[in-house]
């Protein structure tokens, strides 16, 4: 029997519109969500005089600085203020929300990163105060024992080192590690974009199909925000997930317009052959 | 059959060691938490150049004047930094905690109250914009849920109103519904004072046992912040629990310590009939 658990990926952009997604969730019968707060990082690191640093791998991927200032930043604002604000939306959409990370039942666990490159002005730094790390391994049961009772996980970093640091992680990779563990089929992905846009500027360049062996071509072409983002597409596919949508997370019903053809999707030829 | 399960209170002062509880939850088999962190509320709060405003009801309590800033101080300190730190060091002492606010799955409802009265410089005030409620109903099926599967749910405030607010409640009460609804018979509370002492300033005026026909005359004489704990006892006590340990949350081995006599006792006298 096919795997009819769907992902739900909601950014965490300032436009995006929580209460058009909540709403519109209620059309789907047995999901996971992971969210993202990038935004509202941004804006408490202000308030708190916290200066937020960025890395910039020598292969181009520009990520947060995160040490033990910043990982405390990270943790009141996706485990506590978006998490549980979305939980509390969705409840009023009659959705059985529970908000999680990964640390929460070892959902996400990984290996804390001991070195980590920086390219700073050209010249390539150590840095090894980072606590960062990558999901490896998933402890399913938590999710499934929710899932399984009706209940809906809402996901978000950190995650957990093997050596039980808290350890920030990317959420796009996440997220495919995630689908594999679970055999997840479908991937929603609600971004601050109509999908994947050809031109940036022009929301009418959307791409509306991209056949998975086409999908290199564009990660190549994508600029940093999106080539992380297909990157973990690429990913999860690979894994085993046959069709990712990408659609408008700004707009009313964001759910029901991706699924009749709004924005991108991505698919493995193989489910139509 | 007795119930062997037990809740575990901690509070969210300073000088609480949450290594030191962690490390000796171990001993115990089948458990819930729930924590306080006030401490951190009134550290995070200065840091963030928000006013932490107190409100004094007629009857002399003191509770946290609760507006929608510091609401959102409240999700960031106790659903996310610590809630979620406290999650991963019980993960490092191998207990599989799930961090969770009343928020999720409706763990904690009940009603906002819509005004509240607040009495400053002698006059009793009308306060209409506080997000503030008691506990009136228990989600009991998730927390039977992670309980029957080995997890040790973490629980701290806020809850959700039956509206789907966000709403701050107080602690020592929630406790008292919660135990009721889970028919829990003994409840284990670390505080930063060896017990009830009847001279806070001398440790060794600690009362080791208080039979709970007498429970009434000790909330007489107590000062506010134990005053409100203790009446949170008498609440879980009429709903059926038999054991209260008050002991210590700054010592190594503290519940071994408190089972072992270290504390006050408050217990039904029905149970040594």
């Known amino acids: 029997m096919k795997n009819d658990l769907q992902l739900i990926k909601i950014g965490g952009g300032q436009d995006i519109n929580w209460d058009f997604i909540a709403e519109d969730l209620k059309r789907l019968k047995k999901f996971i969500i992971i969210h993202g707060a990038n935004h509202k990082i941004t804006e408490i690191s202000k308030k708190l005089g916290i200066t937020e640093k960025k890395i910039i791998s020598p292969s181009g991927f520009v990520s947060r600085y995160t040490d033990e200032k910043a990982l405390d930043v990270f943790l009141m604002i996706y485990a506590g203020l978006v998490n549980k604000k979305l939980v509390a939306l969705l409840q009023k959409y009659k959705i059985n929300a529970v908000g999680l990370t990964g640390i929460d039942g070892r959902i996400w666990e990984g290996k804390r990163k001991n070195i980590i490159y920086s390219v700073e002005n050209g010249k390539t730094k150590l840095i090894n105060d980072s606590l960062t790390g990558n999901v490896e391994k998933i402890n399913t049961n938590l999710l499934n024992l929710l899932v399984k009772n009706g209940f809906v996980p809402v996901l978000c970093p950190p995650a957990i080192s093997f050596d039980n640091e808290i350890i920030n992680v990317d959420n796009d990779r996440a997220a495919?590690?995630?689908?594999?563990?679970?055999?997840?089929?479908?991937?929603?992905m609600l971004l601050e974009a109509p999908g994947y846009c050809k031109d940036l500027k022009d929301p009418k360049s959307v791409v509306s199909k991209i056949p998975f062996k086409k999908l290199d071509r564009f990660i190549k072409i994508a600029q940093s925000g999106m080539k992380k983002k297909l990157l973990g597409v690429k990913e999860a596919m690979i894994g085993g997930v046959e069709k990712v949508y990408l659609g408008d997370g700004r707009v009313k019903n964001p759910i029901s317009k991706i699924l009749n053809g709004a924005g991108t999707l991505i698919f493995k030829e193989s489910i139509y052959e």
């Open 176 to 188: 495919a590690v995630l689908t594999k563990s679970l055999k997840i089929k479908e991937m929603i």
